[in-house]
């Protein structure tokens, strides 16, 4: 009886440190330094031709029309895709066009209607994700206080999750009318390019409103893009 008293302590014991050991894996100042991240996510990020983003926001936000959207872009400032835009309290599902300094809107019904590319500003500019001077590489590499919290896998892919600041004027380039810093965490993949799978914004409210989170997801970078102008 003492013996097999002895072996159930002694297997106990056994699963008490492999236990200790899994927790101690989670822990996050076994992950790798934030900064070092970034910096190579930014770099990275600066050097990518294409990609398909989705964005999502959740809640209110007055100077952000765009409820949704989803489509592909190129670096030379080519994009295609479609957006559900709030328009006098309704949903309007609309295609868009950014193709030789054009953009390309259509409604419901309808064909396509040509505008200056200057209008996507006040719709929605999906250019400027990969734009270095007001994209994602200038989030990354402008996030203030960043900390590696986790790694978890988002779309797929294995990641490190990071949180930090980033400051209204760097993120205006991607969200118009933005007035305060915004609390960030970006994703960023654990293999050594680090490439940005996912961005989450979370917008204070302005005036009174609730504000929201704004989401980013980026997939499929570096697979050819090609933008005609509609007919």
Not at 23 to 50: C, E, H, W
Not at 145 to 172: C, F, H, L, M, N
Request: a neutral charge.
């Amino acid at each position: 009886m003492r013996n097999r008293r002895v072996g159930a302590l002694a297997v106990l014991a056994f699963l008490l440190v492999l236990v200790s050991g899994c927790q101690s894996g989670s822990d996050s100042s076994n992950l790798p330094a934030a900064p070092g991240l970034l910096s190579t996510a930014a770099a990275s990020t600066r050097a990518v031709t294409s990609l398909h983003f989705t964005l999502a926001v959740n809640g209110t936000l007055t100077s952000v029309p765009v409820q949704s959207a989803e489509g592909d872009l190129n670096a030379q400032g080519q994009a295609r895709g479609n957006a559900k835009i709030s328009e006098l309290g309704q949903l309007i599902q609309v295609d868009f066009v950014l193709v030789d300094g054009s953009f390309y809107l259509k409604g419901l019904t309808g064909g396509y209607q040509k505008l200056p590319s200057s209008m996507a500003t006040s719709v929605f500019d999906p250019t400027a994700i990969l734009d270095p001077n007001r994209g994602v590489a200038k989030v990354l590499g402008g996030l203030g206080g960043p900390k590696t919290q986790a790694q978890e896998e988002v779309d797929g892919q294995q990641t490190y999750r990071i949180s930090g600041t980033v400051a209204k004027s760097v993120v205006a380039g991607l969200i118009p009318g933005i007035s305060s810093d915004v609390a960030t965490q970006v994703w960023v993949t654990t293999d050594a390019r680090h490439l940005p799978v996912r961005a989450q914004f979370t917008v204070p409210g302005a005036d009174g409103s609730q504000g929201a989170t704004v989401d980013v997801h980026i997939s499929k970078i570096n697979q050819p893009v090609t933008v005609a102008a509609p007919n």
